[in-house]
């Protein structure tokens, strides 16, 4: 993950169409606007006061602070993960929406506990599953529907 924004370089989709329409810009937009952040890949650089992570450390974030359609994506430490074993940059990337979701909902909102069952509508779905293995994980029965 880059340290400036300087470095970014993204896609701009501004108009309908297939691949053709997409076109590579350097210095694109700016951190306030609202892009997909959930990113995973190695990282380039570090600021000074980073110790947990290293150049060429594998990691993954649900948060950058520049958007995840680049060849960079700038975080700030405390939201970067190191990846979890055997997984790809894909599974990476895609895992921390579902699965910090499901964490959230069942551990601080609903403060499930070991031994109790749970009820999953739409355990199919990305959230659903996350919510499944996160639930059999701490140790709750789960029943989950689809439909």
């Not at 940059?89 to 069942?106: C, H, V």
């Amino acid at each position: 993950m880059a340290t400036g924004l300087k470095l970014m370089r993204a896609i701009r989709v501004v108009e309908f169409g297939g691949p053709e329409v997409l076109k590579l810009q350097s210095g694109c937009g700016s951190t306030n606007s609202k892009r997909p952040s959930d990113v995973a890949g190695v990282t380039e650089a570090v600021g000074r006061n980073v110790s947990t992570f290293k150049k060429g450390d594998g990691v993954f974030t649900p948060s950058t602070i520049s958007g995840g359609y680049a060849e960079y994506a700038l975080a700030a430490d405390h939201t970067v993960y190191p990846p979890p074993e055997k997984l790809d940059f894909k599974q990476e990337a895609a895992i921390s929406i579902p699965y910090f979701t499901a964490y959230r909902a069942l551990l601080h909102s609903a403060r499930v506990k070991a031994g109790g069952s749970l009820r999953v509508h739409g355990a199919s779905g990305g959230v659903g599953l996350a919510v499944c293995h996160t639930a059999r994980a701490y140790g709750l029965k789960v029943l989950g529907t689809a439909g």
